[in-house]
């Protein structure tokens, strides 16, 4: 049989093949071209929590805050801090648009010791609003609150809704276009007509002209003093102390006791520093109380 008789049977004995419609396609209802449409949340903000803690061996820090990257509280699901240098620990995280909730997010650190003996980091005053973070990075440089100090005591409810509520002093504080620092203080026991004020060794804080100090400001509702500052063309590092400022006279009282303190961290246009620098150094013996027992 020829090779050409050959195909003919070949393609002859092929089988028909059966073509079979695919049915038409329904159109996507609005919410399936939306679920389609939609883009997963891109990442917005990044906030960098530094602490400045010197442990011992063994030795861990956590992070926890009433937000779910921040572990809701929970303990367990508390985020790690990273050895950073010899006085710093730190983590960072990243916010989507989604979790930049436009509300108060309060935040506190956990000691953790080689036996297994948690500490926490005392106080209700380490608050952010991600949503009102207007930068691209935020680093929050945080002071440890160990339960213990003696200042602690002026901050509960007593003292501040009663024994200390008259030495509020409200303060006008100048306001910067462009803000890359932020300096956060608490100071219990100042007088009716005081407030604190800071100077350093830059133009922006008075280059430590006692005559021209940088005051601070601290609503009512508020534990601490704070100043807003654009610090874009200062050289760092910037060597700093608080002081007592005298509204009524006008005039400056006295620096805070200590070795000055040092910021080293730049910012700019899409970073800004949050520096919580605890307690200043002042007398914590001025307060008189008197009671009777019965």
């Known amino acids: 049989m020829s090779t050409a008789k050959q195909n003919n049977?070949?393609?002859?004995?092929a089988p028909k093949r059966t073509v079979v419609k695919k049915a038409a396609?329904?159109?996507?209802?609005?919410?399936?071209?939306?679920?389609?449409?939609?883009?997963?949340a891109k990442s917005t903000k990044k906030l960098v929590f530094q602490l400045r803690f010197h442990t011992l061996f063994?030795?861990?820090?956590?992070?926890?805050?009433?937000?779910?990257?921040?572990g809701n509280n929970d303990i367990?699901?508390?985020?790690?801090?990273?050895?950073?240098?010899?006085?710093?620990?730190?983590?960072?995280?990243?916010?989507?648009?989604?979790?930049?909730?436009?509300?108060?997010?309060?935040?506190?650190y956990i000691l953790k010791n080689a036996d297994g003996i948690i500490s926490f980091d005392w106080g209700n005053?380490?608050?952010?609003?991600?949503?009102?973070?207007?930068?691209?990075?935020t680093l929050f440089t945080d002071a440890w609150n160990h339960a213990g100090y003696f200042e602690n005591a002026f901050y509960t409810e007593p003292f501040k809704q009663v024994l200390l509520k008259g030495?509020?002093?409200?303060?006008?504080?100048?306001?910067?276009?462009?803000?890359?620092h932020t300096l956060k203080v608490k100071s219990p026991l100042l007088q009716q007509g005081q407030t604190i004020c800071v100077l350093g060794n830059v133009g922006e804080l008075g280059n430590w002209n006692t005559g021209t100090p940088v005051a601070m400001t601290r609503p009512a509702e508020e534990d601490c003093f704070t100043i807003q500052?654009?610090?874009?063309?200062?050289?760092?590092?910037?060597?700093?102390?608080?002081?007592?400022?005298?509204?009524?006279?006008?005039?400056?009282?006295?620096?805070?006791?200590?070795?000055?303190?040092?910021?080293?961290?730049?910012?700019?246009?899409?970073?800004?520093?949050?520096?919580?620098?605890?307690?200043?150094?002042?007398?914590?013996?001025?307060?008189?109380?008197?009671?009777?027992?019965?």
Request: hydrophobic share 40%; net charge positive.
């Open 9 to 13: 049977q070949t393609i002859a004995a």
């Open 25 to 40: 396609k329904k159109p996507d209802s609005p919410a399936a071209k939306a679920a389609t449409k939609k883009k997963p």
């Open 58 to 70: 063994g030795q861990e820090l956590f992070i926890t805050g009433n937000h779910a990257l921040l």
């Open 76 to 108: 367990e699901k508390a985020l790690p801090l990273q050895y950073f240098t010899h006085e710093y620990w730190q983590v960072a995280i990243e916010l989507d648009e989604i979790q930049c909730v436009d509300a108060p997010v309060a935040y506190n």
């Open 125 to 137: 005053d380490k608050v952010f609003n991600p949503a009102r973070l207007k930068t691209k990075e």
């Open 167 to 180: 030495n509020h002093t409200p303060v006008k504080t100048a306001t910067v276009k462009t803000v890359t």
């Open 229 to 294: 500052l654009n610090l874009g063309k200062a050289s760092f590092p910037i060597a700093y102390k608080y002081g007592i400022y005298d509204t009524v006279a006008k005039q400056f009282v006295s620096f805070e006791a200590g070795d000055n303190r040092v910021l080293h961290d730049v910012a700019g246009k899409q970073k800004q520093v949050i520096i919580n620098d605890g307690f200043t150094v002042l007398p914590d013996n001025t307060w008189k109380g008197a009671g009777v027992a019965i």
